[in-house]
Structures are given as structure tokens and as C-alpha cells.
């Protein structure tokens, strides 16, 4: 499987590539009245209009690291933009390497243990229901 790699704050997060279909530098986002407080707004992506998530306040992480990227990813069938601090690389990763973690919850689907250091694997699927 192939997945990429982005930082959020200090630590180092990943999706698999299957859901992601495009990496975007900061673009401008409309904010929307009464959306929940992870939503940053709406962008327009090449004439189609997207939803635009903040990862740090969607996963509740502390960071005043300022978002560089935009992951695109479709889930259900609905293109999505994820604010990540900044995007490091896509790797192919063997099955063996990830390492399932017990926990209640669903948006983990394990670790990848590089020799250097850990990429929490988030489930793209269960991160938007």
C-alpha cells in the first residue's frame, strides 16, 4: 500500500494514497456561518466547490504551526480538503509494518514503524462519517 505522509504539529500522520487525490498549497476558504468549529469553509478547487476540514482541531492537537497544505481526499463519494501543516512524502509500506493498536478509537487504523520514527495511519473512511 502506498500512503502520505504529512505533519500536524510534532508528530507525523498518514493516508492511504487510494483516497487522496491531490495535495494543494494553502488556498483562499470561504468560512460558513454555524458550521462545526473543526470546518474552516469552502473552497473553490479548479471550479468545484469543496469542504475544507482543520485536522488539528478535528483530532484535537495543539499546534500554532501554520497550515501549508491541503490534502484532498474523496470519501463517500465527496471530495474533502484536510488543513495539514505540511506534507512530507509518499512511501509504499508493507503490511508488516504496520502495527495494530488496541483502542476504541476507529479514526487509528495502527502505526508504521519506520526505523526513524512512528506515522500514526489514520482510516480515512471512519474519519468522516
Known amino acids: 500500500m ?3 505522509i504529512f505533519n500536524i504539529g510534532k508528530e507525523k500522520y498518514a493516508l492511504e494514497t487510494r483516497i ?7 488556498m483562499n476558504i470561504t468560512k460558513v456561518p454555524t458550521a462545526p468549529y473543526y470546518v474552516s469553509g469552502l473552497a473553490n478547487l479548479r471550479g468545484n466547490i469543496i469542504s475544507v476540514i482543520d485536522l488539528k482541531k478535528y483530532l484535537n492537537i495543539i499546534s500554532n504551526n501554520q497550515c501549508e497544505n491541503i490534502i484532498i481526499v474523496e470519501v463517500k463519494d ?3 480538503g484536510l488543513m495539514v501543516d505540511s506534507v512530507q512524502e509518499v512511501v509504499d509500506v508493507e503490511d508488516e509494518m504496520i502495527e ?3 483502542n476504541d478509537n476507529n479514526l487509528i487504523k495502527g502505526v508504521i514503524n519506520f526505523k526513524e520514527y512512528i ?11
Open 78 to 80: 465527496e471530495k474533502i
Open 2 to 4: 502506498q500512503v502520505v
Open 119 to 129: 506515522v500514526t495511519l489514520i482510516d480515512g473512511e471512519n474519519l468522516l462519517k
Open 100 to 102: 495494530k493498536i488496541n
Open 20 to 26: 487522496v487525490h491531490g495535495i494543494e498549497k494553502m
